[in-house]
């Protein structure tokens, strides 16, 4: 056996990867209906709008396959609530995930019908998303927010639901911390 190629080198330190595939840019812009305070939101487009998070990916998609990419979240809030990733379920919904947490801090928020849990994420940090739960990751800090995602190949995104439905709660800040609220808009 020699060399495949089937290989990718990431910088533990900064996160990014080298030779990804498929990058993602989601700016201020590409999150309306994401956030409860839409006036904040539209501010923040038409002053810039920046960069909520950027994905670096290296998909593969076949069954039994696996993907993998680096998101990197920019620190931030819009009417309080953090800057977040748009969140998703697989549009195969029994297929599982791994985040690995790079630098920075944040949450992995997860929803399953009305169910709702999270965990803290830091460098480091290893979350199993089971079958089953949509999941969407939240900026706490003050830092970029960065992290290593192994998902199915075959899982696909379905952001439909989460963009019509929301989650059940929020993340606001509060003080120097957070604080996780139901969401008022949740339907
Ligand atoms: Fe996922």
């Given at each position: 056996m020699g060399i495949t190629g089937d290989m990718n080198e990431i910088d533990l330190d900064t996160g990014i990867l080298d030779k990804y595939e498929d990058k993602v840019v989601r700016k201020a812009s590409n999150m309306?209906?994401?956030?409860?305070?839409e006036e904040a939101l539209e501010k923040l487009i038409k002053s810039g709008d920046p960069i909520i998070y950027e994905v670096y990916a290296v998909p593969r998609e076949g069954e039994g396959e696996l993907s993998y990419g680096v998101t990197i979240l920019h620190p931030g809030t819009v009417g309080g609530e953090f800057y977040m990733t748009k969140g998703h379920y697989h549009e195969k919904r029994d297929r599982a995930e791994i985040y690995i947490g790079?630098?920075?801090e944040g949450l992995l928020?997860?929803?399953n019908g009305d169910e709702v849990k999270w965990e803290e994420m830091k460098r480091g940090t290893i979350v199993y998303v089971p079958p089953f739960w949509a999941h969407r990751s939240i900026n706490t800090g003050d830092e970029d927010f960065v992290f290593l995602a192994i998902y199915p190949g075959d899982a696909g995104?379905?952001?439909g639901t989460?963009?019509?439905k929301g989650f059940a709660k929020i993340v606001i800040k509060e003080g120097n911390g957070y604080a996780i609220i139901d969401n008022p808009r949740y339907r």
């Amino acid at each position: 056996m020699g060399i495949t190629g089937d290989m990718n080198e990431i910088d533990l330190d900064t996160g990014i990867l080298d030779k990804y595939e498929d990058k993602v840019v989601r700016k201020a812009s590409n999150m309306r209906g994401f956030y409860g305070d839409e006036e904040a939101l539209e501010k923040l487009i038409k002053s810039g709008d920046p960069i909520i998070y950027e994905v670096y990916a290296v998909p593969r998609e076949g069954e039994g396959e696996l993907s993998y990419g680096v998101t990197i979240l920019h620190p931030g809030t819009v009417g309080g609530e953090f800057y977040m990733t748009k969140g998703h379920y697989h549009e195969k919904r029994d297929r599982a995930e791994i985040y690995i947490g790079i630098r920075g801090e944040g949450l992995l928020l997860m929803q399953n019908g009305d169910e709702v849990k999270w965990e803290e994420m830091k460098r480091g940090t290893i979350v199993y998303v089971p079958p089953f739960w949509a999941h969407r990751s939240i900026n706490t800090g003050d830092e970029d927010f960065v992290f290593l995602a192994i998902y199915p190949g075959d899982a696909g995104h379905d952001y439909g639901t989460i963009a019509e439905k929301g989650f059940a709660k929020i993340v606001i800040k509060e003080g120097n911390g957070y604080a996780i609220i139901d969401n008022p808009r949740y339907r």
